[in-house]
C-alpha cells in the first residue's frame, strides 16, 4: 500500500509504534519515542526496514539525523520530504 | 597469491566468569541488563602481564610453532594498544628488537579500533603484492584493560589477549580482497578522559547513546551492505557463494543485528569466542579466523566474508579463500 498524505502516513507510523512500545502505553505525536526505551539498534533496524519498506524509500547515510525519528510528526515529516524528491 | 599462514593467540592467566568483575555492582539497572546478555560468559584476565607482553607473547608463540625465523620477517604491522604501555616511546621497534627481526621494517597502526586489523591485513597484502623479494609480514596486537572498567556501555565487555598472524605468499587462506571506508562524523563518540585520573579509574564513555543505537547502527547496516556488494560484485560472487560470514566480537545483539540485516548467518565461531574471551578489539577477527582455520570448520576453496567495524567510526570487509 502505497501512502502520500500525512494524516494517513502517520497513523501507519504510530500504528508500528505502538505495537513496539506496547498497547498499554500511550504516547503524542509530538513525543520522543527514543524516551520511551526503544534506543537500540534492533529497533532502529526494524523502524528503517519498516519505513523503506511500507513507504517505498530508501534511507541513506545522510538522512540518519536522529531528529527524523524522533516523533511520529517528525517521522511524517521526514516521509513526506522523502518522497517528494 | 598472498594469503594468512598461521595465527597465533596468547592468553595468559586463568579465565574470570563475568558475573564475578567487581564492576558488576556498580552498573544500574539497564547497563545491568546488557552487561548479564551480552553473550560475554568470561574474560581472561592477563594481571600484570602488558598489551606489548600479550602482542609479543603471541608473535613468540607464533615464530616458535611455525618454524618461522625472526629474521625472515620483511615487516612489522604493530596493531598499537587503545592504552599503550608508556607515550612517546616505540612499541613497533621495540617488538623488531625483542623478536631479533633485524631484517624487518616496523610500524604501527592505530585510531581504526578494530579496524586497525583490517588495514594491517590491506597493507600487509599491498606490501607483498609490491615487493617481490619480501615474504613474511607479522602482524601483532595485544589487547589489555589495566582499569577496574572492562564494561563499554552499551557495546560489549573487554577481554586480555594477544593475537600474531603471518602474512605470507601462499595459496592457503589467500587474502582475495580487502574494501575500508571510514567516517569522522563519529570521531569522538566514544572516548575515555584519562588526565586526571589513576589508571584504575580509567572507563570508556558513549557520549550519545542514541547516536550510536541508531544512526551509527543504520549507517553500518548502509556501509556494510555498500562494501560487501562491491567486494561480492567486483569477484563475480553472490552471496550464496560465501560458506562462512564471521564479524568481530562485540555482542549476542550484533550478531543478531546483522543477521537480521543482511539474511545472512554469523559463524557459530564469533559467538563461542566471544562467550569465552569477550572483545579483544583489532584481535577479535584474527582470533575468529584461526578458530575457523585450526578447528576444520573452514574447507579448502571455501570463501569467508570477514566483516570487521569500529564506532570510530570505520568499516571494512575481507574477502579470503581458504
Redesign the interface.
Known sequence: MEVTTQPDTKVIIKEFLQKRIGQDISFTDEEDI?KLGL???????EL?VFLETTFKIS???ED???EN?STVNNLGAFILKKKDR | MIGIQSIKTYTPGAPVAVLDLAEKETLNESELAYFTTCGVNTIYDSGEITSYDLAKGASEKLLQETGTEANSIDLIIYLQSRMPEHFISSEATRLQHDLKAHQALSFAISNLGCADSSMALKLAKDFLTANRKANHVLICYGNKVFSNYRFRN?VTIMGDGGVAALISKTADHQLTDIQIQT?GHYWDLFKLEYRDKSADQYKEICSD???Y???L???S???FKEINDAILNRNALSKQDISHFLLQNISS??Y??YQ??FDIQISPICAMNLAQYGHLGAGDVFLNYQTGMESGIFQKGEKILMMNNSPVAAWSTMLIEV
Request: aromatic share 14%; proline share 3%; glycine share 2%.
Open positions: 527514543f534506543v537500540n539498534s534492533l529497533f532502529a533496524l528503517v534511507i541513506e547515510n540518519l539525523n536522529l525519528f | 552499551p567516517n547513546i542514541r547516536k543505537g541508531f544512526e547502527a543504520i549507517e547496516k548502509n556501509r545483539r550484533a543478531e543485528y537480521s540485516a
